[in-house]
């Protein structure tokens, strides 16, 4: 049974194409909410920055969804081999789409706050996941980075064995509604108007300094102010509520692939307050993300129409 949490804007069960040439589309457009969306505040509170890292989404959700859109991924492949180039040209925008919406989902694993066992073992197994998805996994580079962005070193054997029981006992209860939308490969109307959407690029970095610069104000206070038990605590889980909405929102440029200098315009912003090592292995993934999406929307440009 599929995770409840999936089933936003999930119309149907997809049809048994065999081929993509049999592909019956879904010509209505709906919504799209990526992960990465769905955590961005818009003009946050103290209290909604701490409301962010007291009470996360629940990242076993998230990875639910990242797996559905990987499987999508994967029935491209498997219905292309029997396909003629028209059909694939026809097709590849479905392609791109689902495969950022699936690296968003990753993106946004690994950059909340695990705070219990069931979300730690689902971030560590689509930790696993993305690496096995790389080419020559044992010794790409990308593969020590993934290890610390997913927190997957030098984890205690017992800890992964409880975390992981505590994955299983949670899987039975009912999932909460998601923010996040889920999506099939027919959708194509839906699919390829999101990818065709623009980004503004000029709103993210200003989103991001605004996150930095909320992020240096709680610091100051925590250092300068004289607090009570109960504001101190509230002042630092805000900080860490304004350093995870600073990743997410650099997260969002560096993956589009509507950003063509990702790298130049990230690299300077996420210098201000990315010095944590999970954090920027966080990042580098989704410049490299980014770079890869770019290369596969530029090689067929129907895809960005």
Known sequence: MK????TNAHPRQPANAGRLNNLVVDN????????????????????????????PPAIG?????????????????????????????????????????????????????????PDRHARREQGHAFIDSLDRPQDNPLREVAKIAFGMRDIDAAEIANDAIAFAAAGRAPAAPGQATLHDLEEQATLRGWLAAEINIGGLQQEARRHAQMAIRFSKSLRDDELGHADHDLTQAAREGAILQHAITLACLAISPKVPNARTLVQPISDEMTGRPQVRAALELAM??????????????????
């Open 3 to 6: 995770d409840q949490n999936m």
């Open 28 to 55: 209505t457009e709906r919504p799209v909410i990526d992960e990465l969306t769905a955590l961005r505040l818009h003009d946050p509170s103290m209290a909604d920055y701490a409301a962010l890292i007291r009470n």
């Open 61 to 117: 959700a998230i990875t639910a969804r990242a797996k559905h859109h990987a499987d999508q991924s994967a029935r491209f492949v498997e219905l292309v081999s029997d396909s003629d180039q028209e059909a694939f040209g026809e097709h590849v925008g479905q392609l791109v789409a689902l495969a950022l919406l699936n690296n968003m989902a990753t993106l946004a694993a690994a950059l909340l706050p695990a705070l219990t066992g």
């Open 288 to 305: 490299e993300m980014g770079d890869h999406l770019r290369q596969l929307a530029a090689s067929y440009p129907a895809t960005s129409r």
